[in-house]
């Protein structure tokens, strides 16, 4: 079964009556490519701020392409915001000493979590893996290397329509235990936009003895264009509802605003109604949609931030 967006009186105007606890809320931004693209994420940054996120995390580019931009960014956030930032850091085409050199100097510089992932190889995001042989062969081996080094928090990543390489969903759920024993406390998903398969997913993962916060991602959409083919790439279906939405409108920004702000709204309000208080935002460092879809979810500056995470 397929998610039907609510109707004009559905979850929306009940959030706007205000959803009975206030929604936790992190922000993934991505490393700068040049001080133009620095200028608007600070400009992303400084907007989000106010609203408490738990924690900002930091994408590592493909293949560790933005390791220094990736650490400047975040002790950056440290030394200047109230933020608490996590690093993003991959295991793909770096030695172990490489990517230990990487955590101990994270751990240096005052960064305490770090989300582990195995990383695609350059240029063939969703192309065949071959891991190095002295490298970690994947993210969990990668979390025990963290949790080896110091105690990090650890957050890892998780596929509602499992991995692209995986065989089944019980592989991604042994998968996601094997990094619990590894030492990871919090899963982080990829945005998807059927909700009832999410909620399948989960429970699948509940009923499995995981207990550990999985923060739902949300992907406004900015760009479908862009969306789209990056959701081919990674295996995320776009269902026949979102297309009809952005249908003729590519070349008119505004409304495309509007839609996405209502979509991803419309997807946060239905996950509270189902018991989720924690959503990640993939902001793709740009602040106007994910601060609008907060207000509307009740996030505001002055509300200090939950100090427990539900899933
Ligand atoms: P893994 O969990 O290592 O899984 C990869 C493969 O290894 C799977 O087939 C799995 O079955 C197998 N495997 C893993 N552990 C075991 C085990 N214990 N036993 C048996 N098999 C195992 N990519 C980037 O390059 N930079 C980023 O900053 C980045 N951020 C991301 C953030 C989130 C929230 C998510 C969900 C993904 C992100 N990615 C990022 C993408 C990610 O690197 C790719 O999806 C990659 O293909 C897989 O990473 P993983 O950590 O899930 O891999």
Redesign the pocket.
Known sequence: MTFVPPNALGPVARAGAGISKRPSVSF?FSPPKGPKSEASLWEAIRRLEPLNPTFVSV?????GSTRDRTHRTVVRMLQETTLKPAA?L?C?EASRDEVDEVIRDYWAAGIRHI??????PPGSLGGA?TPRADGYQ?????TAGIRAIAPFEVS????PQI????PSVE??I??LK??IDAGATRA???FFFDIDGYLRFIDRIRKAGVTIPILP?IMPVSSFEGLSNMSQR?GVTIPGWLSNLFEGLDEDPETRKLVAASVATEMCARLSEEGFSDF?FYTLNRADLVYAICRVLGVRESDPQPTTEAA
């Open positions: 993934e994408t590592y580019g493909a293949g993003h991959t793909v989300v582990a992932l195995r990383g695609d893996y994947n993210a969990t081996e990668l890892v990543g998780l596929y991995h692209p390489e995986s592989h991604d042994e998968v094997a990094k982080i998903t990829n991602g990674i990640h």
